[in-house]
């Protein structure tokens, strides 16, 4: 693929507040169709770099193109591709869930059948609801709703499911995976770990304004970060524990010197969010070593 055909590129982008250097030095690419993960701890630089790509901050440097677009000069034709959905728009209105829709679908030029939306946000029996009247996870829905009816070619989505009761949760990443499938690029920010691992293709990892690993979602880390751990508790009752890349072979080894069952065997691969806290953790103990010993 030549770099032109990337949905975002991003280089070197920098942004700097008075002397803070909230973004320094990022650089990445999005292809089309992809679900990417932007992951960082608060005060990272997610936000900034989002709203940079968004068009609604400036940058102090680098060279950003979204959707072929430089967002710093992107008018209303180039707005109308993308899909937003901030953290908290807090939609309280007292007009109903389908008249918010029906009113924001009128701004585009080719927008999706409202009532499909709705249903594939699970907001049919609420569909003639006001918004005020709406629970916070059922308003976060329509959120989500009013950032797709313009049938984007590109979706932000910030913290989407913060405040969704699993079930909820679940059937959010139903709708997201078939917005993907209908090709949707995504830009995916949260918290949730497991919701990236679900639905993200591949992760940058941000921390103090840089890019610390970049890769696919199951590789971001490194392969040694991966390395399955066997735990399991001796004839003293001492907790042991082994890192290795053949866990089958280990634990046979400690069944046949036991004799007998291990008391608390686990074979524990660790999580997207154990190998993420992994990779903050050493940015930060790398950037502020007086603090970490204080
Ligand atoms: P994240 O979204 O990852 O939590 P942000 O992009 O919001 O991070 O913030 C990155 C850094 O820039 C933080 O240290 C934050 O305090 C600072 N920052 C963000 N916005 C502003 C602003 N408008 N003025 C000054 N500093 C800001």
Redesign the pocket.
């Known amino acids: 693929m030549t770099t032109n055909d990337a949905a975002v590129q991003v280089r070197d982008l920098r ?1 700097t ?2 002397q ?1 250097n ?2 320094d030095g990022v650089s990445f690419d999005i292809r089309p169709g992809e679900t990417f993960a932007l992951l ?12 940079i790509l968004e068009g609604y901050r400036s940058r102090t440097g680098g060279e950003v193109s979204v959707l072929g677009t430089d967002p710093a000069k992107g008018g209303l034709d180039w707005k109308a591709r993308l899909g937003i959905v901030l953290q908290s728009t807090g939609e309280t209105g007292l007009v109903t869930v389908a008249e918010q829709l029906r009113h924001f679908a009128g701004f585009y030029q080719n927008p999706r059948d409202v009532d499909e939306v709705i249903a594939a946000v699970g907001l049919e029996p609420q569909a003639k609801t006001r918004i005020a009247k709406l629970s916070g996870g059922q308003q976060r829905r329509v959120d989500v709703a009013l950032g797709i009816i313009g049938r984007p070619e590109l979706l932000f989505l910030d913290e989407p499911t913060t405040g969704f009761d699993p079930e909820a949760r679940r059937q959010f990443w139903q709708v997201i995976r078939g917005l993907k499938a209908e090709g949707t690029t995504i830009l995916l ?1 949260t918290h949730y770990l497991d919701e990236a691992a679900q639905l993200a293709d591949r992760a940058g990892v ?1 921390a103090g ?1 840089r890019l610390v690993d970049i890769g696919g979602i199951d590789e971001i880390g490194g392969a040694d970060a991966r390395v399955p751990l066997v735990r399991w508790r001796d004839r003293d009752g001492v907790l042991r524990e082994e890192r290795t890349d053949e866990p089958g072979r280990v634990v046979a080894s400690v069944v046949a010197s036991l004799g007998s069952e291990p008391a608390d065997l686990e074979v524990i691969r660790p999580s997207l969010e154990d190998i993420y806290l992994q990779l903050v953790r050493s940015v930060d103990a790398a950037a502020q070593p007086e603090e970490v010993l204080a």
């Open positions: 942004k507040y008075g803070k909230a973004v960082g701890p608060n005060g990272a630089g997610k936000s900034t770099t989002i709203e920010t941000i304004g």
